[in-house]
């Protein structure tokens, strides 16, 4: 079972999420719907300026410089 309390997601400034609850009992599906724009590796992916502006903001930065 998956369960995720008070998830907050968001571009940039905007939040698009806000204190959800997901719970993803036994036999059941989770389905994300959508084209992925983008390959490569997660490393790969913070480092490529254009999905940092699409998709997740300045926190990116601030995150690699803090590591």
Do not use: P
């Not at 369960?3 to 959800?20: I, K, R």
Request: aromatic fraction near 8%; charge should be negative; hydrophobic fraction near 35%.
């Amino acid at each position: 079972m998956l369960t995720a309390d008070d998830l907050d997601a968001g571009y940039g400034d905007l939040q698009v999420l806000s204190e959800v609850v997901l719970t993803v009992e036994e036999k059941e599906y989770v389905v994300g719907q959508g084209e992925n724009r983008y390959e490569g590796s997660g490393d790969a992916l913070l480092a490529n300026e254009q999905v940092r502006q699409d998709f997740i903001g300045g926190w990116v930065r601030r995150a690699i410089r803090s590591k």
